[in-house]
């Protein structure tokens, strides 16, 4: 089982065979840590790839941001979301675009989840919720890994879920030794993410284990919970887990509150929903 870990390790440390855009992101990181560096310098950077542009703006204007329509620039896009989540979105637009073609469920549970994540932040008053959403939209990347680079692993994945009538969770860990949490952790430190981003990709399962971020995890776990009990999209498997205790506990939730959050993230999937089939329409006309 160690070499199975090592060979999933081994392929995210080979930048060159995953989807990743390496010269503009190195650019952008170093424009991000030199504090002389103007947000027109980095936009530059974007800019210097047109379809990646084209991506980033797209994600920037979706549902879960709440600036739909109103982002016409990667300079206003740096400006309203920061350098990180720009450069996330940068980094994961390429392996978003793969999912959209082959795991369309999986694409349309992460939206989902990047919309309940930003009703939830914005319903606790929590501060950051761009990065919330974007941690939120960046959860289940290590699914995307092991559909893309792991491809008969994945079959078996599947098949033991139905078999078996597992978690996909569980049949990661049966299988990989390791699970998507874990490796979607491994990918994000590979680029070079923030901490308030790694975290909640790393223990949105586990949220009690979150050190410096536990908020930030809690609300992407019950984002999580929140997008499977409704029904939108797919991530693999019917499960619907429990709210973990310590993400109740942390964001102060009540019955109440919830009932609440979740009448508004009902009415905003509607909107979601819109969105991924403008995306898959746009796909089947460039096919």
């Not at 919309?115 to 932040?121: D, H, L, R, S, T």
């Not at 997008?227 to 498997?237: E, L, N, T």
Request: glycine share 4%; with cysteine; aromatic share 6%.
């Amino acid at each position: 089982m160690d070499n199975k870990r090592a060979e999933i390790r081994s392929i995210i440390k080979d930048t060159k065979s995953l989807p990743t855009l390496p010269g503009v992101i190195a650019k952008l990181t170093a424009l991000a840590e030199n504090n002389k560096a103007s947000v027109n310098e980095m936009a530059r950077v974007v800019s210097s790839d047109q379809v990646l542009s084209a991506k980033v703006l797209r994600l920037v204007n979706s549902p879960f941001y709440g600036f739909s329509g109103r982002v016409s620039t990667i300079s206003n896009a740096l400006i309203l979301l920061g350098v990180n989540v720009v450069k996330s979105l940068a980094l994961s637009s390429s392996i978003f675009e793969m999912m959209e073609k082959n795991t369309v469920g999986l694409w349309e549970h992460s939206l989902g989840a990047g919309v309940a994540a930003n009703i939830i932040a914005k319903k606790l008053n929590l501060p950051e919720i761009e990065e919330i959403s974007t941690a939120a939209l960046l959860h289940d990347i290590g699914k995307v890994i092991i559909k893309i680079k792991l491809e008969s692993e994945y079959d078996h994945l599947i098949a033991l879920i139905k078999e078996k009538d597992m978690s996909m969770l569980e049949a990661e860990k049966n299988l990989l030794d390791a699970d998507h949490a874990e490796i979607g952790e491994w990918l994000a430190r590979s680029w070079f993410l923030p901490e308030k981003l790694i975290e909640p990709i790393a223990f949105h399962h586990n949220v009690e284990k979150a050190s410096t971020q536990l908020a930030k995890t809690a609300v992407v776990h019950l984002a999580d919970v929140l997008v499977k009990a409704s029904g939108f999209g797919f991530s693999g498997d019917d499960y619907v887990p429990l709210i973990q205790a310590a993400a109740w506990k942390k964001l102060g939730l009540n019955e109440a509150m919830l009932e609440n959050i979740v009448a508004e993230l009902e009415e905003k999937l509607v909107d979601c929903k819109n969105f991924s089939l403008e995306i898959q329409s746009e796909g089947d006309t460039k096919t």
